[in-house]
């Protein structure tokens, strides 16, 4: 489905207590593949949990996929895969069973695609406690990979793994035909469309992807 915009936000204030934590007077981002980048604890994840419906602003409208997602919930998440910074799944779960689990969502041919790919062929037999941070985020990152939704939507994807595994989920996102919103605060080796730069909970760069180095700040 093609859609006119990717996700748009208009006098959205986001509070917690009475801390601020993200103030946007307007943001429009078009589909394709995004990268929303800034500095630890900037307002990135609190901006895309709004847009999911996960956190409701106090003031502001927002729409993804221009659906409300506080009014159109189930229909909007019929249409994403969501990925979270931290890795839910619990450390007793078999890879295999893992791999029956998404089957059943996205089609036993999408997942040994997505198996491949990320070379977790080998470890199918393997509890998730058991393996590597890296290979465990890889995965965690099947669903992602195997997914055939509309928008694919990934918190920090390359947070605390090797070298080895952030090329290989680099490259496999980088050929996934779909819209994805990656958000993270170091810049990934991918080609992207549009760059959302956050600072201090304020939008400072939403445009026309540009290397963040560009900047000149410091996203650690």
Known sequence: MTYKTL???ENLLVSYRKQIALQVDKLEVPPGKVLIVGPNGSGKTTLIRSLLGLVRPRTGRISLLGLNPFKDAKKLYKKITFIRDLDEL???L???TLVEILSS???P???RSAIKLLGVDNYLDKRLGELSKGMRRRASLLVAVASNRD??????PFSGIDSKSRKIISQILDNKNTNIIIISHVPPNMRFDYLVFIESGK???S???KDPGTFGLNLC
């Not at 928008?151 to 920090?156: A, N």
């Open 105 to 107: 969502s996205y089609g």
């Open 151 to 156: 928008l694919i939507v990934i918190d920090e």
């Open 207 to 209: 445009g026309p992807y």
């Open 90 to 92: 619990h450390d007793s």
């Open 7 to 9: 996700f748009q936000a």
């Open 94 to 96: 078999r890879v295999r």
């Open 203 to 205: 939008i400072t760069y």
């Open 109 to 111: 041919d999408n997942v």
